[in-house]
């Protein structure tokens, strides 16, 4: 057990500060190979469509804002919360390092995604672990948090609501970034989506029969197959089959309103269901949301309290 507080890394994927950052974001997402022309214009259009920028880091920033309250609430001066994130600084390295030359040299990683696969969460971890270690640091993973009642709960609400402004005849489809499929054998990601979307749709009173589903979205591309069925192709398929009069996109796999939601969702998404001729909304995002925050931290508090606990002899 190490004197003084314990860190806390909340990590998230991170995104551009500003339009000119997208290439350097880019290159870093494809682990140092820059951008084709093309590519980068695709994802620059995806930004300009945004207003240039997502609003992911004023976001992210907010939700370790409310899990460092949260934790300061729960147990004043235990924790030192910084932020690490996959491809933007602050980098998760940056976070060890931050962490280390304070002398702080146990530190819970949490990552803002409920569902753990070892190619997203398990590498956040990894690369914190890693960087602790180096410094002479230990890390504790809280490694998902999809079964968390407050933020299922939470979702459950947030699909309720939407419904309510919806035709009777809505599907709701449940979505998540989608993986290679080399990735995902022996991967624990599929099935927690699968269970979560399950007790959502039970708790927000889904006919289990057509009320709701799954579906991937957001897929690379790249040649390789990712997961599917991806959510634009299901909602062509719902339009086919005559029985839905509307859509509702619950994407279960995200946190907040980033470009994922804001351009994938509510642009390209919404396109299609209007060429289709169905009604469409999704899901509002968990973003800082008080209560939900307040239970990451006991999650966070909990391995905080595993990591100081004496090893057995
Ligand atoms: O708003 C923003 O600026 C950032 C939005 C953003 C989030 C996000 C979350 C996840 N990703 C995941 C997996 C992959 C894999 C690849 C990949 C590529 C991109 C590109 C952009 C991008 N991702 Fe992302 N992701 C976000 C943005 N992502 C931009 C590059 C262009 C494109 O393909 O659209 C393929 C590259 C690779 O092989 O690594 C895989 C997963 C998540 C959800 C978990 C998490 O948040 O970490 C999984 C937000």
Same mark, same amino acid.
């Given at each position: 057990?190490?004197?003084?507080? +314990?860190?806390?890394?909340?990590?998230?994927?991170?995104?551009?500060?500003?339009?000119?950052?997208?290439?350097?974001?880019?290159?870093?997402? !494809?682990?140092?190979?820059?951008?084709?022309? &093309?590519?980068?214009?695709?994802?620059?259009?995806?930004?300009?469509?945004?207003?240039?920028?997502?609003?992911?880091?004023?976001?992210? *920033? =907010?939700?370790? @804002?409310?899990?460092?309250?949260?934790?300061?609430?729960?147990?004043?001066? !235990?924790?030192?919360?910084?932020?690490?994130?996959?491809?933007? +600084?602050?980098? /998760?390295?940056? *976070?060890?390092?931050?962490?280390?030359?304070?002398?702080?040299?146990?530190?819970?990683?949490?990552?803002?995604?409920?569902?753990?696969?070892?190619?997203?969460?398990?590498?956040?971890?990894?690369?914190?672990?890693?960087?602790?270690? &180096?410094? $002479?640091?230990?890390?504790?993973?809280? @490694?998902?948090?999809?079964?968390?009642?407050?933020?299922?709960?939470?979702?459950?609400?947030?699909?309720?609501?939407?419904?309510?402004?919806?035709?009777?005849?809505?599907?709701?489809?449940?979505?998540?970034?989608?993986?290679?499929?080399?990735?995902?054998?022996? @991967?624990?990601?599929?099935?927690?989506?699968?269970?979560?979307?399950?007790?959502?749709?039970?708790?927000?009173?889904?006919?289990?029969?057509?009320?709701?589903?799954? =579906?991937?979205?957001?897929? $690379? !591309?790249?040649?390789?197959?990712?997961?599917?069925?991806?959510?634009?192709?299901?909602?062509?398929?719902?339009?086919?089959? $005559?029985?839905?009069? $509307?859509?509702?996109?619950?994407?279960?796999?995200?946190?907040?309103?980033?470009?994922?939601?804001?351009?994938?969702?509510?642009? &390209?998404? !919404?396109?299609? =269901? @209007? &060429? /289709?001729?169905?009604?469409?909304?999704?899901?509002?995002?968990?973003?800082?949301?008080?209560?939900?925050?307040? =239970?990451? *931290?006991?999650?966070?508090?909990?391995?905080?309290?595993?990591?100081?606990?004496?090893?057995?002899?």
């Amino acid at each position: 057990m190490t004197e003084g507080p +314990v860190g806390v890394a909340v990590m998230a994927y991170g995104t551009p500060a500003t339009p000119d950052d997208v290439e350097a974001y880019y290159t870093h997402i !494809r682990r140092g190979r820059p951008p084709t022309p &093309e590519q980068l214009a695709d994802l620059r259009s995806r930004y300009d469509a945004l207003g240039g920028t997502s609003s992911m880091a004023a976001r992210t *920033a =907010a939700q370790v @804002d409310a899990i460092s309250a949260a934790l300061e609430a729960r147990a004043p001066g !235990r924790c030192r919360v910084v932020l690490g994130q996959k491809h933007a +600084v602050p980098f /998760v390295e940056d *976070a060890a390092a931050t962490l280390l030359a304070e002398g702080v040299t146990d530190v819970v990683g949490i990552v803002l995604a409920p569902h753990y696969s070892g190619f997203s969460v398990g590498e956040y971890q990894r690369r914190l672990a890693d960087a602790m270690a &180096e410094g $002479g640091g230990r890390a504790a993973a809280v @490694d998902r948090w999809s079964d968390l009642p407050e933020w299922q709960a939470f979702t459950a609400r947030a699909v309720g609501d939407a419904l309510a402004d919806l035709p009777a005849a809505t599907k709701v489809l449940f979505t998540a970034h989608s993986l290679p499929e080399r990735v995902l054998v022996g @991967d624990p990601y599929p099935g927690e989506l699968a269970r979560s979307a399950r007790a959502i749709a039970r708790q927000a009173g889904l006919a289990t029969w057509a009320g709701w589903g799954l =579906a991937w979205q957001s897929a $690379g !591309r790249t040649p390789e197959p990712w997961r599917g069925p991806d959510v634009l192709e299901v909602i062509r398929d719902l339009a086919d089959t $005559g029985r839905s009069e $509307g859509v509702l996109v619950c994407p279960q796999g995200f946190v907040t309103d980033h470009l994922e939601v804001g351009y994938d969702l509510d642009i &390209e998404a !919404r396109a299609v =269901a @209007d &060429e /289709v001729g169905l009604a469409f909304a999704r899901t509002r995002t968990v973003d800082d949301d008080a209560t939900v925050m307040g =239970a990451l *931290a006991d999650r966070i508090l909990a391995a905080a309290d595993d990591l100081a606990r004496p090893e057995a002899p």
